[in-house]
Every structure is written in C-alpha cells, then in structure tokens.
C-alpha cells in the first residue's frame, strides 16, 4: 500500500510560482508512474502533468504547457509540480496519484493510489 501526500497549495496571486510536493509512504515510488490532477469546484477531476517510473518521459495538458514542471527524486520517494506564471484558471484541489505499472499515464483510470489534495486558490 502506497500513501501519498500532497503539500505546498495555498493561496498566490496571478503570475506567481507555487511548488507542490507529492510525498509517498508505505513503498517506494521509483517504479511507479505519477500524476498530477486538478479538481476544480463543479468540474471534473483532470490530468495536470504525468511523469514515467524513470522521469524519461513527462506529459503536460495544454493549458500548463510551458508553465508547469514535473520531475521526480526517487532517492526521496517525492514527486513535484513546479507551476508558474499562475492563473486564475488554474484555482482547484491538486490531487498526486500513483500507478503501479510505471506507464505514462494521461487518464484517470488506472492510477492505484490517491493523496487527499492540496487547495491552490490564484486570485487576480
């Protein structure tokens, strides 16, 4: 069993940084694929940024494109979603979640593990 962890929301004004981090227990991570979704009020739960078991490959949805990063350190069992040159658009719950095969992984289904999400409020 995997649990995961998110931190580092929080309220920032509209072209502000914000780092999140998705720290995992229970097992190691290093051969997991890891995702980052976002949730906001009314809406459907969505990809934000995935990353392989080996950080080799990433995915980005369009609307962070060129404004977030996603990278791992396995060593810490830890996953990041750098964001930058934030939005408005951007405000919801980001949720961290683990996939056991270690694929890149763009949708829901299939990811084993949840954390219980972290508030990113960006106001204007």
């Known amino acids: 069993q995997v649990q995961l962890v998110e931190s580092g929301g929080g309220l920032v004004q509209a072209g502000g940084p914000l780092r999140l981090s998705c720290a995992a227990s229970?097992?190691?991570?290093?051969?997991?694929?890891m995702g980052w979704f976002r949730q906001a009020p009314g809406k459907e739960r969505d990809i934000v940024a995935a990353?392989?078991?080996?950080?080799?490959?990433?995915y980005y949805t369009g609307s962070v494109k060129g404004r977030c990063t996603i990278s791992r350190d396995n060593a810490k069992n830890t996953v990041y979603l750098q964001m930058d040159s934030l939005k408005p658009e951007d405000t919801a719950v980001y949720y961290c979640?683990?996939?056991?095969?270690?694929?890149?992984?763009?949708?829901?289904?299939?990811?084993?593990?949840w954390g219980q999400g972290t508030q990113v409020t960006v106001s204007s």
């Open positions: 990353i392989s078991w080996s950080g080799g490959s990433t």
């Open positions: 229970g097992r190691t991570i290093s051969t997991y694929g």
């Open positions: 979640a683990a996939d056991r095969v270690g694929r890149l992984r763009t949708s829901r289904e299939g990811y084993d593990y």
